[in-house]
Nanobody, 124 residues
Framework: QVRLVESGGESVQAGGSLRLSCAVS????????MGWFRQAPGKEREGVAV????????FVADSLKGRFTISQDKALNTIYLQLNSLKPEDTAMYYC?????????????????WGQGTQVTVSS
């Protein structure tokens, strides 16, 4: 079965950094579109970043470019999200997803597989 397991979320102060990990199993890693989404209570789910695994093409939401970076480790079947200069408004549950459409110009919310999420809390 397909399994996506996120880790790395925790409470940090504004201005801090964090690296989230998502390990995938039961699914071919290379040549798959994967991404990170986030959702805060009472708000809609929003796309954060996507990556086409293998070749490594990436796209980060315009509002987050310069602070967030998505990357991969093919040997570990893992993608990462580096979060820098964190702000209180970044507080949310962050979800890893796989099996979606690929675009290098937008994040399309049609992913088939989802992890359980990891909580990121940023205090002021």
């Amino acid at each position: 079965q397909v399994r996506l397991v996120e880790s790395g979320g925790e409470s940090v102060q504004a201005g801090g950094s964090l690296r989230l990990s998502c390990a995938v199993s039961g699914l071919r890693f290379t040549g798959n579109s994967m991404g990170w989404f986030r959702q805060a209570p009472g708000k809609e789910r929003e796309g954060v970043a996507v990556i086409y695994t293998g070749p490594g093409a990436t796209f980060v939401a315009d509002s987050l470019k310069g602070r967030f970076t998505i990357s991969q480790d093919k040997a570990l079947n893992t993608i990462y999200l580096q979060l820098n200069s964190l702000k209180p408004e970044d507080t949310a549950m962050y979800y890893c997803a796989a099996g979606g459409s690929w675009s290098d110009r937008e994040i399309i919310d049609d992913f088939e597989y989802w992890g359980q999420g990891t909580q990121v809390t940023v205090s002021s």
